[in-house]
């Protein structure tokens, strides 16, 4: 392939799988617009591969790959840790929409960064155990371990609010 042929193979996956990756983006972070922001440099990052690699065999687990390691590593700059707010409320804000997808997202929330990463691929992505573990350079137990984890926090904190 011509060097004009990849790019445009590039800007074709782009425009392809950019609302897809978002989606998957959203329910790694939880916000629209750090979901935006991380699938902007997910992308970025793959056209700039794909550039330095003549080309890349399979770009969308390059692209997917590449989505999750950049979102691990957000999780662990110290300035994610901390929020400021202007001023603290009162009493805790209740969650009075029941809509289980809005429970679903907050309980994703409360997982850790490699936690709601193997969620979100295995149970989202919808990958094997074994794919999931080739993504995120896992071994396929720390991978189970992390599905069962997770799902453990995710039903408690939804038996929690529809009880």
């Known amino acids: 392939m011509t060097r004009t042929e990849d790019d445009a193979a590039l800007r074709q996956f782009v425009e392809a799988r950019r609302t897809a990756l978002l989606r998957s983006a959203f329910l790694l972070c939880g916000d629209r617009d750090e979901a935006d922001d991380l699938v902007q440099t997910t992308l970025v990052k793959v056209v ?38 202007g001023a603290l409320p009162e009493v805790p804000e209740q969650v009075s929409d029941h809509d289980t997808g809005v429970v ?11 936690q709601r990463a193997v969620v ?26 992390h599905t069962s984890r997770g799902l453990a926090v995710l039903r408690a904190e939804v038996r929690e609010e529809f009880a």
């Open 48 to 85: 700039l591969g794909g550039r330095r690699h003549v080309r890349l065999d399979n770009i969308e687990a390059y692209a997917r790959k590449t989505l999750i390691n950049t979102f691990i590593a957000s999780r662990r700059r110290f300035w994610r840790r901390e929020h400021a707010y």
């Open 120 to 145: 979100v691929l295995r149970y989202w992505e919808d990958l094997s155990v074994a794919e999931t573990a080739r993504l995120l350079g896992m071994r396929e137990n720390t991978v189970k371990s």
């Open 104 to 114: 679903v997202r907050a309980a994703l929330g409360r997982l850790n960064a490699k």
